[in-house]
């Protein structure tokens, strides 16, 4: 007589890290697989850093303006993948009928979310490093890094507190359908704007750069451009002060996407809004 | 015994096809939510982005200049609309109907031109473009301070220009659509690479006497170059501060016009290559995923 045997779940932890694994395993393998990422995410995002920095040898600037336009496209890496493979993520799951499977799975969706914040990161952080180089080879760039270790921890903060903000509006975006696309579009250009990616924020004026520090990439660029870059220009404020909001910020947005998942998952079970398509 | 009655249907004008693609096309884009949203929608991105250079310049030339290289950066920058919304978008509307909402095998198998319907679909896209470049010049004009006279532009050179200039960027939009049917990965991620590398390629931002040589030649091959100068000569007349390779008007028009016809030539080419490959290979409904 055949006996039934139930699988024995998996500790909690050990489920958790299995499935940031699995979900980061596709971003890493797919992302890189087809060396053709060379020409879509890195070569041609560069061309368009080239043009910035066209714009200011036209207008006559200083060298460190140069290097403030690279590290501002590095960055804007990243804010395209939070925004598009993050934030967008679950939309299209729900799209492509996927979402319902990872409801269905064990493991809570938030761990889901962080193997495609870790799996991104890691992808995007190639794109990055190639943008930064090519770009401080062909125009001759120098740094002054002042010290790694806070070099490091800005950057790590800053990842972590972006994805963190990518998760929430994951989240988010399991209220709306076909206006995620709109939204995404509506708000990746204000952020470039807002977040001082191609000049220094403080051009914005105190009050607003103090605003945009709400959106972790205005602290990190400011901090990284600070530990990094020379020159004349004035920071928004000094690197101690922005790793610790940076560090709040982090806190902040995963403990936010944590629990605006857990309601809003509820909210749209309630609602039906969880295998709606084309709406 | 009753006859089968054959009925002879018209086949639709290329007006009909045209109409019937110019609303789908308003519809699909516009109609997830309420006109002021709308209106924020098609502002708000190329006000940012102009404002971006405005902050860059600023940086600069000090908090309260208005010289004339803003004119530059706040004409190219609202131009480039265009460009944006029609050449990125066509492709990008092939894909979601392909991929997204799974239709385009019924399009493709409808008694009208296929080519025709995706100029059609561009239309409501050059409004939306020209929506936005007027809103973003009257927003430089009025508030930054950007010296443009509107007494004193240049409209049927600017007019003359923008017409050329939508034929070169519909026959590149048509061209990468063709792409978007056989490109197995990259297809969403292509037409955003391409509009990036043609801001660098036709100066959109800054005058192509940077680019290094063999670049600025190829940059005059490029009809979007040329409709770029002639746009910042219609609106800023003798306000230009950057040189051009090329001092007359009149030889800039002429090179707008025979690049437009070269670029018009390839771009249909390329898509009618594009068609007939996916056509063969089966692609016209497939899903790519990426």
Known sequence: MASSTSPRPA???????????????????????????????????????????????????????????????????????????????????????????????????????????FGGMLTTLTRAIFITLLGTVI????????????????????????????????????FYNREVWAVQEMIQEPVALVTGMYFPVRTLGGLAGSLASLIPMTLGLDA?????????????????????????????FVAGAAWSLRVIERLAKIEGRLSLKWQ | ????????????????????????????????????????????????????????????????????ALGFL???????????????GLPQSVMADREEYAMLKYVYITPQRFILFLVGRSVPRMGTAAFSFIVTLAFGILLLGVPINPLQVNYPMLLGSLVFGLIAIVALGLAFAGLTLVLKRGAWQMPDAVVGALYLVAGAIFPI??????????????????????????????????SYPIADTRQVFLWLVITTIGTLIIGVLTFRICEHFARERGQLDRTTGS
């Open chain 2, 74 to 88: 706040v004409a190219g920058s609202a131009a480039w609309s265009f460009v944006e919304q029609v050449m990125a």
């Open chain 2, 1 to 68: 015994m009753q006859a089968i009655e054959v009925t002879r249907t018209k086949i639709p004008s290329p007006w009909q096809t045209l109409r019937a693609s110019i609303w789908l096309e308003w519809q699909s884009r516009g109609n997830w939510t309420n006109p002021v949203v709308y209106t924020l929608f098609l502002t708000l991105r190329p006000l940012t982005a102009a404002l971006v250079l405005v902050f860059m310049y600023r940086a600069i030339s000090g908090p309260n200049a208005h010289g004339a």
């Open chain 1, 139 to 174: 125009f001759g760039v120098t740094y002054q890094i002042t010290s790694v270790p806070l070099l490091a921890a800005v950057f790590l903060l800053t990842l972590i507190a972006l994805y963190g903000l990518g998760s929430m509006l994951a989240s988010l975006y399991l």
């Open chain 2, 209 to 242: 006497t940077k680019l290094p040589g063999w670049l600025e030649s190829f940059a005059l091959f490029v009809p979007l170059t040329h409709w770029l100068e002639l746009t910042r000569r219609a609106l800023l007349g003798n306000a230009q501060t950057f």
């Open chain 1, 11 to 117: 500790h909690p932890l050990r489920l958790g890290l299995m499935t940031l694994i699995g979900r980061a395993y596709p971003r890493l393998i797919a992302g890189n697989r087809e060396p053709d990422w060379l020409f879509y995410e890195a070569t041609l995002p560069l061309l368009r850093v080239i043009a910035f920095v066209l714009v200011y040898r036209a207008l006559g600037a200083p060298p460190e303006y140069t290097g403030f336009v690279i590290l501002g496209g590095a960055m804007m890496a990243f804010w395209a993948n939070v925004l598009w493979s993050m934030a967008g993520q679950l939309h299209w799951e729900r799209q492509s009928g996927n979402l319902e499977l990872y409801l269905m799975a064990p493991p809570s969706l938030l761990w889901i979310l962080a193997g495609m914040a």
């Open chain 1, 224 to 252: 990284m451009r600070q530990l990094t870059l020379g020159g004349q220009w004035i920071p928004l404020l000094s690197v101690p002060v922005e790793i610790a909001l940076l560090a709040i910020l982090a806190v902040g």
